[in-house]
C-alpha cells in the first residue's frame, strides 16, 4: 500500500506560478513512475506529467514548456512547478504513483492521491 499526501495547491493570477508537492508513504520501494493528472468536472482526468525512477520526464502537450516535474527518490516526493498559468489550468490536481516505467494513461496508475484545487482566475 502507498499512501500520497499532496500539497501546494491555490489561487494564482494568470501567468503566475505555483508548486505542487506530493509525499508517499508505505511500500514506496514499488514505486515505478510518479505523476500528476488533473481533472475538471465532467470532464475526463487528463495526464499533466509523469517522471519515471531514473527521471526521464514526459508533459500532456497543454503544459509543455511551463511546467516542470522533478523528482527525489530518496525521499519519495514529486513535485510539478508551474508556471505561466492559464485560466484552463484550473483543475484539481491529483499525483499518482505506478509500477510501470512510465505509464500516459490513468488507468495504469494503482495509488492516488486526495487532489488539491488549482484555480487561475483575474
Known amino acids: 500500500q502507498v499512501h500520497l499526501v499532496e500539497s501546494g495547491g491555490g489561487f494564482v493570477l494568470p501567468g503566475g506560478s505555483l508548486k505542487l508537492s506530493c509525499a508517499a508513504e508505505?511500500?514506496?520501494?514499488?514505486?515505478?513512475?510518479m505523476g500528476w493528472f488533473r481533472q475538471v468536472p465532467g470532464k475526463e482526468r487528463e495526464l499533466v506529467a509523469v517522471?519515471?525512477?531514473?527521471?526521464?520526464?514526459e508533459y500532456g502537450d497543454s503544459v509543455k514548456g511551463r511546467f516542470t516535474i522533478s523528482r527525489d527518490n530518496a525521499k519519495s516526493t514529486v513535485n510539478l512547478q508551474m508556471n505561466s498559468l492559464k485560466p484552463e489550468d484550473t483543475a484539481v490536481y491529483y499525483c499518482a504513483t505506478s509500477v510501470f516505467t512510465i505509464p500516459l494513461s490513468a488507468g495504469r496508475y494503482d495509488y492516488w492521491g486526495q487532489g488539491t484545487q488549482v484555480t487561475v482566475s483575474s
Open positions: 508505505g511500500r514506496t520501494s514499488t514505486i515505478g513512475a
Open positions: 517522471i519515471s525512477d531514473s527521471g526521464f520526464a
